[in-house]
């Protein structure tokens, strides 16, 4: 029922920017809060940021605080994740998901808030 397809990964160089971009669709996208996690080959997957279905809270993973922006168009559907001064280590499949407020505002870091899950884009930082 829900699919959610991103977008915007490629090969940066450490200290660039780049935008990725989470397009939903089949649900009233509104009502759902939205999470981007990131999965780095040989570890587990882990959190990077969230946002409320209306977009006015957000949370951060410690690591990409300050670096990392979440914002998310109603309109059209989309989350996006903007990263700057980007490290090496930010190297990792991104994936973006959906959960109901409840449980975001609950556990909002948490992968077991969310339901639904992206394909995945790739995001490599050369340094």
């Known amino acids: 029922q829900v699919q959610l397809v991103e977008s915007g990964g490629g090969l940066v160089q450490a200290g660039g920017s780049l935008r990725l971009s989470c397009a939903g669709s089949?649900?009233?996208?509104?009502?759902?809060?939205m999470g981007w996690f990131r999965q780095a080959p040989g570890k587990e997957r882990e959190f990077v940021a969230a946002?409320?279905?209306?977009?006015?809270?957000?949370y951060y993973a410690e690591s990409v605080k300050g670096r990392f922006t979440i914002t998310r168009d109603n309109a059209k559907n989309t989350v996006y994740l903007q990263m700057s001064s980007l490290k090496s280590e930010d190297t990792a499949v991104y994936y973006c998901?959906?959960?109901?407020?409840?449980?975001?505002?609950?556990?909002?870091?948490?992968?077991?808030?969310?339901?639904?899950w992206g394909q995945g884009t790739q995001v490599t930082v050369s340094s």
């Open positions: 946002i409320s279905a209306s977009g006015t809270t957000t």
């Open positions: 998901s959906t959960g109901s407020n409840l449980r975001f505002f609950a556990a909002p870091m948490s992968s077991n808030s969310y339901d639904y």
């Open positions: 089949g649900r009233a996208f509104h009502i759902d809060a």
